[in-house]
């Protein structure tokens, strides 16, 4: 449990240290939220928890696949913003895009033959 507890810190810092960014430095916000610190944390802990070579290769190539469908979502609330879309609404059709590409990706990811 305290583990746990601890993981949960550290995410909240890091989200909490990009938000801090972004305010005074929004292109250096982008570019730290940008980076796979969530990613490799979880490799991490992952390999901590259990360190078997082929499952965190498999755990690595998912999350390359699925990082896929979540881009279009970084194009479109832009686009929506600048066309005088509210925020919420943009970010929620932002959100209902990724989840319909993630529903694609895992229903034509196992169609092709990628492991997810």
């Known amino acids: 449990m305290v583990q746990m507890i601890a993981k949960a810190l550290l995410a909240g810092a890091i989200i909490a240290t990009i938000a801090e960014i972004g305010k005074r430095a929004p292109t250096m916000g982008a570019?730290?939220?940008s980076l796979p610190l969530v990613s490799v944390l979880g490799m991490i802990f992952l390999w901590h928890a259990r360190p078997d070579a082929e499952a965190m290769a498999a755990h690595a190539q998912a999350t390359f696949w699925?990082?896929?469908p979540s881009l279009p979502m970084f194009?479109?609330?832009p686009a929506l913003l600048r066309q005088g879309v509210g925020f919420w609404p943009a970010l929620v059709l932002g959100c209902v895009l990724t989840i319909g590409?993630?529903?694609g990706m895992v229903h034509w990811g196992t169609?092709?033959?990628l492991k997810l």
Request: glycine share 6%; no cysteine.
């Open 75 to 77: 194009l479109l609330i």
């Open 111 to 113: 169609r092709w033959g």
């Open 101 to 103: 590409l993630y529903l």
């Open 66 to 68: 699925y990082v896929i």
């Open 31 to 33: 570019l730290v939220a």
